[in-house]
């Protein structure tokens, strides 16, 4: 995988950075932005990470994270970022920083990520959809730019790549994915470690929402569905942050080819976060609601009630199963 030319030529002449990713941060797009940040900051560039929601408690571990801003505190910092760039996303509203376009004007904005590209943003793209992770593109700009692959990085970007290939479980995990994988290790990144600190990390509160969120599962003809709603955080003591990889748990299930999870952000306000097996493409699922993703991974944001929500999804979901 060779990054553009225009992206590396951007990079290495420009200063100034705002590194961001999207709403609901995974390890994916938190490692991403922590070893692009190191990437040029050992470049002598000077960056600054932003997000937009809180950080998931399990992330903690991340050599950089506590670098992260909060979007009140960018905006009370009074930071005057020249670029913007987005990881692991591909507009604004997806990063949840509309009112920082409002209010800084940016010499260019960058685009790195490899779903499939939803809105033209960006004076520069790199969109490679078939990456199995933001990680590896940014493990691949590391080595072209000639950096030395840093143990702080080398943990970043193992972090991002396990994630997003599940442990290396699912069908984006390739004999390249391996490759990395060993470099990243050799470089002092601990499997083990990495491996208990995202998925073995659980609050009895998170638990215990999982368990309260699966009473809820409706099965149907190929199909599993849960909503968490406000009342299940409050009875659990938990947050959506807590949410993070339950909507992987019913495709377990025999014979099931997509699970879909929808979560109450706020009244009438709802995340689903779909999953898919074999042939089914949950990506075009998500367009038809606003979102995007990926084939076997894919979410989107809706205001609603919940009964319009499940009939609506339930009708999508049926007939792409019929496809």
Known sequence: MIPPQDLVTFLKESDYF????????????????????????????????????????????????????????????????ENLVLLDCNDITRAGIDDIIKLVTFNKTVVIDHHEISKSFGDIQWIAPNAPATGMMIYYLIKHMGVKLSLEMAINLYTAIAFDTGNFRYENTTPEVFRAAAD??????????IYSSIFEKWTFNRFNLLLTAMK??????????????????????????????????PRILDNLKVSAIIIEIDNNYYRVSLRAKGGIDVSMIAQEFGGGGHKNAAGFRIRTDLDTLKTKLKDKIKGSLKI
């Open 18 to 81: 705002l590194i961001t990713t999207h709403i609901s941060p995974d390890g994916d797009g938190l490692g991403s932005s922590n070893a692009l940040s190191m990437l040029l900051q050992a470049s002598g560039k000077k960056t600054t990470l932003l997000i937009k929601d809180s950080l998931p408690i399990q992330y903690f571990f991340l050599p950089g994270i506590s670098n992260f801003l909060s979007l009140k505190d960018y905006i009370d910092s009074g930071h005057k970022s």
């Open 216 to 249: 809820s599962l409706e099965l149907e003809d190929g199909f599993a569905m849960a909503a968490i709603t406000k009342e299940m955080f409050a009875q659990t003591s938990s947050s959506e942050d807590d949410t993070e990889s339950f909507v992987s748990f």
């Open 184 to 193: 990243l290790t050799e470089a002092g990144a601990k499997p083990h470690s």
